[in-house]
């Protein structure tokens, strides 16, 4: 591309200083080095990233693994204090132990091995893991949701930074963001005004603590994992409204006060429905729940009865309210409310506001999955891979084809394609007509749900002839509403050149 | 500038009086016996088996009685401390609701750290996350100024400071007086199943009571905010 001729007068060279001008920098030195390779191979190098960072955390977890049968194994007493320095195993224990196990490199792997066996290091890295989940998953998914919207509108979203359609727009803007003026205006609750972004930010770090993502994919298997996933949803909804309050702006204020009472009355409903597989299962655990659907498709949750499928539908629409999505993004309706709660934001906390959102939009679709879809199970049921045994190779098959973390995220990730879908497709509606929604629709609706729900599960016995008729036609319904999409989105495809014209021909990828 | 007038003064006299009681109550037991109040201390827990090796698959927050757990303890029973007298001094509503969130966010810790998970995630829950959002709600729709400040005349200012000085002194003679066990009680055994099934037995009638109240209070809710016709 040829240096264009501006108006203006070229500025120098950026400066920037300061931790914001440090990071920028890096950024720009990272991308400098990575953008002309991601355009040259864009496909190969997303599919080595993705199957990259796969056998990664994989490795990380076998190594977990592979510790804690050294430690369970070791013929060495465990007290109950084990310090940071001189743990229970040695070094040399960790490469007999790894021996034992056949596993190459031993005298390599074994100091690799031996700071994993202390709790605060393994908290670390999984800790470290989150975080970075966490940032990466709103930076594309952002990336993504513009893609689609130009999809869904005619356009093509963004398409030049980093040269293969834009897929670095969101690390550019991050950039920018970083490099922005901090402002606070001067009328505003300062302490407050500055603390609400965090408020929003860290319950949705602190909600993906306790989301299982496999059987043992969970930094803390908590009792009550459920309850407290939604206490920090919940928390994050008052960051919303401090940070309405604090910037002393009309707009912000309804914003936060919609927020506020779309939240309120939206949690009710949310909570009954997510009774209803806890009254299946009989636990607040979400790592039980999700190993009670292993049983292939017909096992999820969801095709386990009429009222669990309904409620599965009332919790969707419910997760939508609570984490501000469209149709129900009335606390930042840019066409009345200039942005509603975030007016006065800018730079990084406005960008802590995006993050949280969309760490919350993976956490309610987490919950869904876990809850109603299956967990981190395949369609197909986990009794076929008996025969498969443990060996490396077979556990690889296992968890690509019957369950594992990829599922849950797979999973996960459609709900989220879904909640962007939605979004750019339905109008906002009102917030009288939210409000009417929830408490004289969906609340009552919930009710008869929760009841229905309980005479089903008192009056017919599972594994009876109506309940797997049940069972079969949900699933049935299930199936076909799935092969139904797969099918429209192929006739999409196919047709796109007819569908939105010379755009398709040019720009879409595959053309 | 138009403040509403509080009306604390029988509130005032109230607490005071309970405060009077329960320091009577506190200070008239010599030897504190911890059956008389129906608590019993749970035995010592027995020294942790050697060789469990359920230790690093469920990986205890802390280890009780370990150093970690001090310094957790300490941190957050300081945040504790230190936001409860945010929520005293602070003059400005909201930022009062925002000390009292950190309130309620380390006490909730606290009961994580005694292993009582239930109790802290409900803490989270019902406090921080339903009846806080309720009270900062409520102040936006009721507040007539931006900044609604709460400002109280100097002789509610001098009861005040005469219900905390004997509330004080109570807990105080508590606190010599008592002979506390060597370590803290641990949650134990208490799986959220267990807890629910003796919520719905053993204390059915204390749970639909205050089933009960609730519902009262909805109905009574509803029937104020409803149009007049």
Same mark, same amino acid.
């Given at each position: ?5 501006? +108006? ?33 191979? +864009? ?21 977990? %693994? ?19 320095? &001189? ?14 196990? !056949?596993?190459? =490199?031993?005298?390599?792997?074994? #100091?690799?091995? #031996? ?28 990336w993504w949701?513009r893609k689609?919207?130009g ?5 093509t979203g963004p398409m030049r930074v980093g040269g293969w359609h834009g897929w670095s727009q969101s690390m550019a803007d ?39 993502? @496999? ?9 009550? =994992? ?12 008052? &960051? ?5 309050? =604090? ?48 049983? @292939? ?49 800018? @730079? ?28 981190? #199970? ?8 008996? @025969?498969?045994? %443990?060996?490396? +190779? ?96 192929? #006739?999409?495809?196919?047709? /796109?050149? /007819?569908?939105? !014209?010379?755009?398709?021909? %040019?720009?879409? +990828?595959?053309? | 500038?138009?403040?509403? *007038? ?19 109550? $506190? ?63 602070? *003059?400005?509503?909201? *930022? ?91 949650? *134990? ?28 209070? $909805? ?11």
């Amino acid at each position: 591309m040829t240096q264009m001729s501006v +108006p203006w007068r070229p500025r120098g060279k950026a400066k920037f200083d300061g931790p914001a001008g440090m990071v920028a920098g890096g950024a720009k030195t990272v991308f400098a080095i990575f953008a002309p390779f991601v355009r040259a191979f +864009p496909g190969a190098i997303m599919l080595s990233a993705v199957f990259g960072t796969i056998v990664a955390v994989w490795a990380h977890y076998l190594l977990f %693994e592979v510790v804690d049968i050294a430690l369970i194994g070791s013929t060495f007493n465990i007290p109950a204090n084990t310090g940071l320095l &001189g743990g229970p195993l040695t070094v040399e224990e960790a490469r007999s132990a790894l021996t034992q196990i !056949g596993a190459p =490199a031993a005298g390599f792997l074994c #100091y690799l091995l #031996y700071p994993v066996q202390y709790g605060l290091v393994r908290d670390l890295v999984a800790a470290g893991g989150i975080l970075g989940f966490i940032s990466v998953i709103p930076l594309y998914t952002i990336w993504w949701e513009r893609k689609v919207a130009g999809r869904i509108q005619s356009r093509t979203g963004p398409m030049r930074v980093g040269g293969w359609h834009g897929w670095s727009q969101s690390m550019a803007d991050g950039i920018k963001l970083i490099c922005k003026e901090d402002l606070c205006p001067a009328g505003a609750d300062k302490p407050l005004f500055k603390l609400a972004p965090y408020l929003a930010f860290v319950p949705a770090i602190l909600a993906f603590f306790a989301l299982p993502f @496999g059987t043992y994919w969970v930094f803390r298997q908590l009792d009550v =994992a459920l309850v407290f996933i939604l206490a920090m949803l919940g928390i994050e909804v008052l &960051g919303v409204i401090i940070a309405g309050w =604090a910037s002393n702006n009309k707009w912000s204020v309804y914003g936060a006060m919609r927020e506020a009472c779309q939240m309120v009355s939206y949690e009710i409903p949310m909570g009954m429905a997510l009774l209803i597989p806890i009254m299946c299962v009989g636990t607040l655990s979400l790592t039980t729940i999700g190993d009670t659907q292993s049983g @292939g498709w017909t096992s999820w949750i969801v095709f386990r009865s009429p009222f669990t499928f309904a409620a599965a539908l009332v919790y969707y629409i419910a997760s939508l309210a609570s984490c501000k999505r469209a149709p129900f993004d009335l606390p930042e309706s840019e066409s009345e409310l200039v942005a509603g709660f975030h007016t006065e934001y800018s @730079g990084f906390r406005w960008s802590l506001f995006f993050f949280a959102e969309y760490a919350a939009m993976f956490v309610v679709s987490g919950l869904l999955v876990i809850l109603f879809f299956g967990a981190w #199970y395949s369609p197909l049921p986990l009794l076929w891979a008996d @025969g498969l045994g %443990e060996s490396l +190779p077979a556990r690889a098959v296992k968890g690509v084809l019957f369950a594992g973390p990829i599922w849950f995220i797979a999973k996960c990730v459609f709900l989220l394609y879904v909640q962007i879908w939605l979004r750019w497709t339905l109008p906002r509606i009102r917030i009288d007509q939210v409000l009417y929604a929830c408490i004289q629709v969906l609340l009552p609706l919930m009710m008869l749900i929760l009841l229905g729900h309980t005479f089903y599960e008192l009056l017919v016995p599972v594994g009876g002839v109506v309940w797997t008729l049940f069972n079969l036609i949900l699933s049935t319904i299930g199936a076909v509403l799935m092969i139904g999409m797969l099918f429209v989105a192929t #006739y999409g495809c196919w047709n /796109r050149v /007819r569908l939105v !014209g010379n755009l398709g021909r %040019e720009l879409l +990828p595959g053309s | 500038m138009h403040h509403p *007038r509080q009306r604390p003064g029988k509130t005032v006299l109230l607490t005071f009086a309970l405060a009077a009681l329960t320091c009577v109550t $506190m200070t008239s037991a010599q030897e504190p016996d911890f059956g008389d109040v129906g608590f019993e201390f749970p035995p010592e827990p027995p020294p942790q088996a050697a060789d469990t090796p359920t230790e690093f698959d469920g990986v205890p927050l802390s280890i009780p009685g370990g150093a970690t757990e001090a310094l957790l303890f300490y941190l957050f029973g300081g945040t504790l401390l230190v936001s409860a007298l945010g929520v005293c001094i602070s *003059r400005s509503v909201v *930022r009062m609701a925002t000390w009292l969130f950190f309130t309620l966010g380390a006490a909730s810790v606290l009961y994580f750290l005694l292993g009582a998970a239930f109790l802290g995630a409900i803490q989270l829950i019902v406090y921080a996350g339903g009846t806080l959002i309720l009270l900062v709600f409520g102040v936006m729709l009721t507040s007539k100024s931006p900044w609604v400040r709460y400002d109280c005349p100097r002789t509610e200012m001098a009861a005040a400071a005469g219900v905390a000085i004997v509330l004080f002194a109570g807990l105080l003679t508590l606190l010599t007086r008592t002979v506390w066990p060597g370590t803290a009680p641990m949650a *134990r055994g208490g799986t959220v199943a267990e807890f629910g099934k003796e919520l719905l037995t053993t204390y059915l009638v204390p749970f639909e009571v205050a089933s009960v109240l609730l519902l009262v209070v $909805m109905i009574a809710a509803a029937y104020l905010a409803r149009q007049d016709r």
